[in-house]
C-alpha cells in the first residue's frame, strides 16, 4: 500500500489525476474502472483539462463504472451514467460504446449483474479502479458486512448510505433504496487500485480502513491486501494517522 499525501484537494485531484494520464499515455487501451461521488469530480477535471491541451487521448480508452441506481435510466439526472456524461466524459474525446455503467433501468437484478460481469470479462480486466471511500468505509456500494468474494450483484443501501447521498436529491424519498454494484472480488481483481480521499470527515474511516484490521465491517480495509494499492489524501483526510 503506498499513501501518498496532498496538500488539498486540489493537489489531491491533480496528484490522482497524474497516475491516471500515466496509465493512458502507457497503454493507450487501458480499461479504466471509474467512480461517482463528489471526491473524483476534481480528478474527472484535470484530465479534461489535460485532454484539452492536447497531453492525452482517451480515444481507444474503455470504462467501467463501479455502480449504478437500480430502477434509474441513463437518462435520468440522478443516474450515474448521467453523472459521468456530464463531469467527464461528453468533455473528452472517448468512444461512447467504450462506456459501461451497470444498467439501472433492468429491474431484473440477476440479468443486470450477469451481463455486468460479462462486459468486465470481454474488457480483458480493469488496469487501473479509482475508488473514492464511504463515511462506513464502503467501495462502490459493497456495504459493511458484504462478503468479499462477490462480483457484481444487487444491494439494500444502508440508511447512512441513502442519507449521505441526499444531498445529490431533492429529497431524501428520492433516493433509491438498491443498486447494482461491482463486488469485492471485481474490484480486487484490478491490476492497479487508486483511492482518492478529502476532507475531515473522512479521516475516521480512512484510519480505520488502512491502519486497523482487514474485516468485512470495513470493506475498504480489504485494499491493505491488494498488490498495487495507492491511497491519494489531501491534510484533512490524513490527520488521523
Ligand atoms: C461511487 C461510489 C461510492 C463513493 C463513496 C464516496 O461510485 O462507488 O463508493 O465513492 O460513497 O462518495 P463521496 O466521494 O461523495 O464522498
Same mark, same amino acid.
Given at each position: ?34 467512480? /461517482?461521488?463528489?471526491?473524483?469530480? !476534481? ?16 480515444? $481507444?480508452? *474503455? ?22 456524461? $456530464? ?9 461512447? $460504446? ?14 443486470? *449483474? ?9 474488457? !480483458?480486466?480493469? =488496469? ?7 463515511? =462506513? ?43 447494482? /454494484? ?18 475531515? !470527515? ?40
Amino acid at each position: 500500500m503506498k499513501i501518498i499525501k496532498a496538500k488539498d484537494y486540489e493537489d489531491m485531484s491533480r496528484k490522482a489525476a497524474n497516475i491516471i494520464s500515466a496509465q493512458v499515455i502507457i497503454k493507450p487501451n487501458a480499461v479504466l474502472g471509474l467512480a /461517482t461521488g463528489s471526491t473524483p469530480i !476534481g480528478v474527472y477535471e484535470q484530465l479534461i483539462k489535460w485532454y484539452q491541451k492536447g497531453d492525452l487521448d482517451f480515444a $481507444e480508452v *474503455c470504462t467501467i463504472n463501479l455502480d449504478e441506481y437500480r430502477g434509474l435510466k441513463h437518462s435520468d439526472n440522478q443516474s450515474y451514467w448521467y453523472f459521468m456524461q $456530464e463531469h467527464f466524459w461528453r468533455h473528452i474525446n472517448i468512444n461512447p $460504446e467504450n462506456v459501461h455503467v451497470p444498467d439501472g433501468s433492468n429491474l431484473d437484478p440477476v440479468k443486470a *449483474c450477469k451481463e455486468y460481469d460479462e462486459i468486465i470479462k470481454h474488457s !480483458g480486466g480493469i =488496469d487501473l479502479q479509482l475508488l473514492g471511500i464511504g463515511d =462506513d468505509g464502503h467501495i462502490g456500494f459493497n456495504e459493511p458486512g458484504e462478503a468479499f468474494e462477490l462480483e457484481t450483484h444487487c444491494v439494500d443501501l444502508t440508511y447512512t448510505t441513502i442519507k449521505a447521498n441526499a444531498r445529490f436529491f431533492a429529497r431524501e424519498e428520492d433516493v433509491p433504496k438498491q443498486a447494482y /454494484t461491482m463486488g469485492i472480488k471485481s474490484i480486487m481483481q484490478a491490476k492497479k487500485i487508486l483511492m482518492v480521499a478529502n476532507g475531515a !470527515g473522512k479521516a475516521d474511516i480512512v484510519r480505520r480502513a488502512f491502519y486497523g484490521p482487514v474485516t468485512p465491517e470495513v470493506p475498504a480495509s480489504i485494499l491493505q491486501m491488494h498488490p498495487d494499492f495507492t491511497l491519494v489524501l489531501d491534510e484533512a483526510a490524513a490527520a488521523a494517522l
